[in-house]
């Protein structure tokens, strides 16, 4: 479903296979554990990068709906539905916390949770030749989750980029998207992307940044995100107390 | 430490000395008195006035005075980010605009203090604002992380500032909208600022009223400086001034 590898300094999480990449139980899950194997294998090492790409034409097409609607009945249908969002704020949890720069290789459409997937990590670059990102919940009847706006409205800063995102269902390819401030980086193929964006990574990792001390600054600077996803932040006495190494 | 001039209508504050500008807790209690002084000035014409900031020397300023901190007792750092955090609710409820005139280095806690104020004119000849917090391993307090998050509102622009750590030139700033303006040398952003502050001043505005209505424009940061939340009460005893 997922695979991790490392790239020098740079973990490279691929969402494997042709397929749609839909968020359901298992990939989730897999997403998740290879989450915290990155976090695992960086705790005594200080410059890390992550770059999450895909394979295939999809980046993901979101929740895994198939499954949810082949529940029996539409309430049992919204009940499982209801499930995949709330096993998937953990991803939103531990990509805000992650003590490390990411890097997010969109390699194919990116629709809905897909979406948001990608635009959890600190960078986006995204593929030009093809594929768009796309929030359909308008279309198809849905409204958002709260912490699914919270994070959209975190990091689309533009009242009129975001307004095209949520209330138009605009499928926005990657030169708009760069031209609405949600991706960082256009570049020509998949390959292309991916390798410009552990190129990103090792240059980030080579900072050697204390990734605990990068994770704190994250999460303070997008505080209402974190508390809409649930994610305490440290106070301040917290903050003082640990020991800076580096003066 | 500082001293304080009035030029006109504007109040001009200049860090003095050659030094960093290190802000411990002599330095920060300097600027607060320093800023009570302009207050309880400014407040016999009720309006009318502008504050610029400046520093001499090689830098704005620094950042915390870490080697001050890193001595015992323990309590010293969180006194020091109290004694910041009392001058940046200062420059918030100041009842006049507030201009910056960078001629030198920004570093951390001093950036912070940069962006404290409403207008910022830089130098473009030689100097940089750095959030360093990142490379020298210090965590950002919450109410500094408020500034941040209030005055730089674009993600990636904020990001890239707290995130990244560049060094920042003038222009950089200006181009991503962190600053207004980028003049020639120190003494030119010194001038501009005044110039700035003399045509703000100009306008006459009841001190109370700025003031009342910059905690109104930030809301998230004024709760963060635990500034006193102003009711329709007091609202309206300004408005009946009309």
Not at chain 1, 135 to 163: H, N, T
């Amino acid at each position: 479903m997922c695979s991790l590898e490392k790239r020098g300094r740079v973990f490279v999480l691929t969402l494997t296979g042709d397929g749609e990449h839909r968020l359901g139980h298992d990939l989730i899950a897999a997403i998740r554990s290879a989450l915290a194997r990155v976090r695992a294998e960086s705790a005594a090492v200080r410059g890390a990068a992550l770059v999450t790409a895909a394979e295939g034409r999809f980046f993901s097409n979101g929740f895994d709906l198939a499954w949810a609607n082949s529940a029996g009945s539409s309430s049992a249908a919204r009940e499982r539905l209801g499930s995949l969002v709330a096993l998937f704020r953990p991803i939103v949890v531990d990509m805000m916390s992650l003590p490390m720069p990411t890097i997010a290789a969109v390699t194919g459409h990116a629709a809905a949770a897909g979406f948001m997937l990608a635009i959890c990590h600190d960078y986006v670059a995204m593929r030009g030749d093809r594929g768009f990102l796309y929030m359909s919940e308008l279309d198809i009847g849905l409204p958002f989750p709260p912490y699914f706006m919270a994070l959209m409205r975190a990091k689309i800063a533009d009242p009129r980029a975001l307004r095209d995102v949520v209330l138009r269902a605009a499928k926005v390819p990657a030169a708009e998207a760069k031209e609405k401030g949600i991706v960082d980086w256009v570049y020509g193929s998949a390959a292309e992307t991916v390798e410009a964006a552990v190129r990103m990574g090792e240059e980030l990792a080579a900072r050697n940044w204390n990734g605990s001390v990068y994770a704190s600054i994250r999460m303070g600077s997008f505080q209402k995100l974190c508390r809409a996803v649930g994610l305490a932040e440290e106070g301040d006495e917290e903050k003082m107390n640990i020991p800076a190494p580096k003066l | 430490m500082c001293t304080v001039e009035k030029r006109g209508r504007v109040y001009l504050l200049t860090l003095t000395g050659d030094g960093e500008h290190r802000l411990n807790p002599t330095l920060l209690d300097a600027i607060h008195s320093a800023l009570a002084r302009i207050r309880s000035d400014s407040a016999r014409t009720g309006g009318g006035s502008a504050l610029v900031t400046t520093a001499e020397g090689k830098y704005f300023s620094n950042g915390f005075d870490l080697a001050w901190a890193k001595s015992s007792p323990a309590d010293r750092p969180r006194i020091m980010t109290s004694a910041l955090q009392h001058v940046v609710a200062d420059l918030m409820t100041l009842p006049m605009p507030t201009i910056a005139a960078v001629t030198g280095h920004a570093s951390a806690a001093g950036f912070a203090l940069v962006l404290s104020h409403d207008y910022v004119v830089m130098r473009g000849d030689r100097g940089f604002l750095y959030m360093s917090e990142l490379d020298i391993e210090i965590r950002i307090v919450g109410y500094v992380m408020a500034v941040f998050r209030s005055k730089i509102a674009d993600p990636r622009v904020r990001r890239d500032v707290l995130l990244r750590a560049p060094k920042i030139t003038a222009a950089e700033a200006a181009r991503r909208g962190i600053i207004e303006q980028v003049v020639g040398g120190a003494a030119e952003a010194v001038e501009t600022a005044v110039r700035m502050g003399e045509e703000l001043a100009g306008k006459n505005w009841n001190g109370e009223v700025y003031a009342s209505i910059r905690k109104a424009a930030f809301p998230e940061l004024s709760r963060a400086l635990e500034l006193a939340e102003e009711g329709d009460e007091e609202a309206k005893k300004l408005a009946s001034k009309l």
